[in-house]
């Protein structure tokens, strides 16, 4: 299999970025940079599918939870559990999928991750119990799709920069659109064939991804292979070791913190929004047009704020603080919102609101991380999402123990205006991370003065310098050159 990615130079040095491998001077092929477009394109296109088929099928699984709750006759608590675990494990295996992406390729991992959703819902349509759905849609569909998904969003990272936003609003509305379409499709193979064989025909979709994964081309070429000295300064044990350091990071630990509280309302509307409006009295016909308007809305919005969003004029974290607050605030209309028309104009709100923060996302791990830490805090921000798979269990108990699904909504609406509280603190804690790095190299010259290095300075010196670029190995720290006594240099980082 061939690894995604491509060797990147790090300024000043001939050595590689973490987790490349170097070419041989024999065959040094070009390094080509982010087209920002071209191929990247039928990426956006391909990923974009992968979302409506995977992302769209999670979002749609309100529509069998009522089919699932007369079948097997459970609480909702229970029975929300089946579609939370498989969304959770999403999450919670992004870190994996992201390292078997860089290590085997996008393509293989992808393709690997349809062919485990195409077995797990066959599977699920046999289920003979709601245990059984926990291992088939829960665990296995859950796993199938975190490699589906994953990959995708890691090719667009490499594929776009100027116009990363919009890309990233394109696919990421992938997953609006699958709601809208199979929320609908669903329905009427329920009505049609029953809930089991319903399944069974959208388990035939599964080959439409397998055919696309096959887009998911590699940027840049693979070197030659890694040394038994490479292999040891790359072991997992050090990886895992300089990965664990992010966490010391404020400005990450705060958007952690901040995206833990605002996702775990996220999942709730999908699974429990469509038999909420049932209990109000709405038919189930007319009750699953909310979501195929929540899922219309949110699709367009994606798409416009991720164009807006890669205007400079436009502050992010700003824009995503503003969509976290607005989402809090619908949840916590809930109550108040009893008719059909209303619920019809929560769903149309919910879309656009909640859209900013979805799009933003990996747009903002991005930009408040840097490219090099990118795929590690993603894997790890995707891990924290996975809170996401508790709140339709705990709005399922609050129903089971209430007789409403309204105090779910309202824990979750509180909890998205706690977050956008917190997101007020990042700008102080970039600016107390700036602080500390203000003075990162200085020279020390014949006269004991003190001068801090800046770009004419260092274009005009020889190749025997000390890089302004501190790695993450120290091993590449030692291969520097040797010091000349008349003119000593120190690269002096903040802790």
């Not at 089919?67 to 992004?94: H, N, R």
């Not at 849609?137 to 990272?157: C, D, K, V």
């Not at 006269?447 to 790695?471: A, C, H, K």
Request: charged share 15%; hydrophobic share 45%.
């Amino acid at each position: 299999m061939r690894i995604f990615g491509s060797a990147t130079f790090i300024p000043f040095r001939r050595f590689y970025s973490e987790g490349e491998e170097p070419l041989t001077s024999r065959s040094t092929p070009e390094i080509r940079p982010p087209p920002d477009g071209g191929w990247g394109w039928v990426i956006v296109f391909s990923s974009f599918l992968y979302n409506v088929l995977v992302l769209g099928y999670h979002n749609s699984f309100g529509v069998y939870l009522i089919s699932l709750l007369d079948t097997f006759g459970e609480t909702s608590q229970k029975t929300a559990w089946v579609g939370s675990i498989s969304y959770g494990i999403i999450m919670i295996c992004g870190p994996l999928s992201g390292k078997l992406t860089v290590r085997y390729g996008a393509r293989e991992i992808s393709i690997i991750g349809s062919i485990i959703i195409m077995i797990s819902i066959i599977c699920s349509s046999f289920a003979p119990t709601l245990n059984v759905m926990f291992l088939t849609h829960g665990i296995l569909t859950g796993i199938g799709s975190s490699f589906a998904f994953t990959p995708g969003m890691i090719m667009i990272s490499q594929y776009f920069t100027s116009n990363r936003a919009l890309a990233t609003g394109i696919v990421m509305s992938g997953g609006a659109a699958g709601a809208l379409v199979q929320t609908r499709l669903h329905q009427y193979l329920i009505d049609t064939l029953g809930w089991r064989r319903s399944l069974r025909v959208f388990s035939t979709l599964m080959i439409l991804l397998i055919m696309a994964g096959f887009t998911y081309l590699p940027l840049n070429p693979r070197g030659y292979k890694r040394s038994v000295a490479d292999n040891f300064k790359t072991s997992p044990l050090r990886k895992f070791i300089l990965d664990l350091a992010l966490w010391k990071d404020r400005v990450f630990l705060i958007w952690v913190l901040a995206n833990g509280l605002c996702k775990f309302g996220f999942f709730i509307p999908y699974v429990h929004l469509v038999r909420h409006a049932v209990q109000l009295g709405i038919p189930v016909h007319k009750a699953t047009n909310i979501m195929l308007v929540l899922g219309l809305s949110s699709m367009v919005s994606r798409i416009i704020f991720g164009r807006i969003c890669d205007s400079e004029r436009i502050n992010r974290l700003y824009f995503n603080m503003g969509s976290v607050f607005s989402v809090g605030i619908l949840y916590l209309l809930i109550p108040v919102l009893r008719s059909y028309a209303a619920l019809l104009g929560f769903g149309l709100l919910l879309g656009i609101a909640d859209a900013g923060n979805y799009i933003l996302l990996p747009v903002l791990t991005f930009d408040l991380m840097g490219a090099e830490r990118m795929p590690v805090a993603w894997g790890f921000m995707l891990t924290v999402n996975a809170i996401s798979c508790f709140g339709p269990p705990f709005t399922g108990w609050m129903n089971d123990t209430t007789g409403s699904y309204d105090l779910g909504f309202i824990v979750a609406g509180t909890l998205n205006v706690a977050a956008c509280v917190v997101l007020a603190f990042i700008p102080c804690a970039q600016r107390a991370r700036q602080t500390r790095k203000s003075i990162i190299n200085v020279s020390i010259g014949q006269n004991n003065e003190i001068m801090e290095w800046n770009d004419d300075i260092v274009g005009d010196r020889d190749p025997n310098y000390l890089s302004r670029t501190q790695f993450r190995c120290p091993e590449l720290n030692e291969l520097g050159p040797t010091l000349s006594g008349d003119d000593i240099e120190l690269n002096i980082t903040s802790s």
